[in-house]
């Protein structure tokens, strides 16, 4: 009896505790009062929002996460596969195709003719990573970098796969990664949104990035992604009308809290107190943000590391320099999308071109962290949502190809944050269509993720509708032999 009475104790964790509080917006401030380490093991913000409560000790503090849209194919990148130039041409074997699902754009060819890739590989630092020579800046700091090819996924179209990876489910209304660490972990920065997505696109066929990849789906809306623009007005709304002071606007918030006091001790619905905390966190960004934003203050040699492209708004170069200072300044989780990855054919101009956008910055956001003593507490994730097939899509010419969606096999690579640096993980079949060893399932990829954020994969729990819900749903295992 003393045992059950004890384990209910501990079960009466902040959550519950907060629930059962229904006396207005003041009831955060008073459960603080009564128990100082409700929110967290350390302490809560003026507004009541948690600050730091991993499940255990974290490697990691924040994440940026490096997403390139439509899928990069692995045989022009990093997966070196020789076999293919030698099998040019040559019917894909039935057996190592087995019976791959199709999509509608190759389900009616009659031949799978195999492609090698146009561009060479060459063996870079002490791991010896292939590297393909469309990479030569990340090629230099491949020693720092964690290379897994042998990631696959459930979904072998852009949008389910874009969603399953951000959202852990191939339907949309869920919480994102970012909106899942910023529930789990709390801010970092009071100033600034716990959860940023910046967007930039390139040459090739741009598949569609949604606000649905950055929403905070069934969680409170204080965990949903702020997109921030390339325009004079980075984060749309913010600034305050013509004729408005500060005093003005402190005003009117302090009088809006207390009308939605009111409606909150009447209606008891959690979404107005977090409407009066996005009111407030608005209030501290007019100034914080366009102090991040500025980039005029970096020095000659951080822009020559990222390359001209940096100073240019709403390019890959530039994002990836605004991801550094933003997470620099405490935003828990920046999430880059890079449109333009989708070669079905005239894959040798578009990759290249492509290539060509990212390959400096993605190397030069690395260095950066690294040299600033960021990179052990920054989590720093490149790829896309699947990988390409080992045959032509069509017709195949000496100087022309394409790639269909391949969900079998792909690679991305990882950097700091506590995961082993200079280690290639997984390997593919000869000619990169099945994995062979060491396969790492999406839910398997986010709970590592999560774990070395410090938060386990299986108790970071939210119960909505009455089914507990978690990013990795019903599945995932930590793949603990890349992590440091």
Known sequence: MEKEILEHGLNFNRRRFLSRLSLGLGSAALGSLLIP???????TDEDGLTVGIPHFAPKAKRVIYLFQNGAPSQQELFDYKPKLREMMGQELPPSVRGTQRLTGMTANQKEFPMVGSFVDFKQYGESRAWVSDLFPYTAKIVDDLCIVKSMFTEAINHDPALTFLQTGSQQGNRPSMGSWLSYGLGNENKNLPNFTVLLSRGIGNGQGVYSKLWSNGFLDSVHQGVQFSKGEDPVLYLRDPEGMSRKDRRDM??????????????????????KVKQYEMAYRMQTAVPEVMDLSKEPDDIIKLYGPDCLVPGTFAANCLLARKLSENGVRFVQLYHQGWDQHGNLPFEIAKQAKDVDQASAALVTDLKQRGLLDETLVI??????RTSYTQGKLTKEN???????????IWMAGGGIKPGMVYGETDDVGYNIIKDPVHVHDFQATVLNQLGLNHEKLIFKHQGRRYRLTDVSGKVIHDIIA
């Open 37 to 43: 380490d409700l929110f967290s093991g350390s302490s």
């Open 253 to 274: 918030l302090d009088n809006l809290a207390q009308l939605n006091d009111l409606s909150y001790q009447e209606f008891g619905d959690p979404e107005i107190a977090a």
């Open 382 to 387: 490149w790829g896309g949502e699947f990988g």
């Open 401 to 411: 190809y394409g790639r269909d969606h391949h969900p079998r096999c792909f690679t």
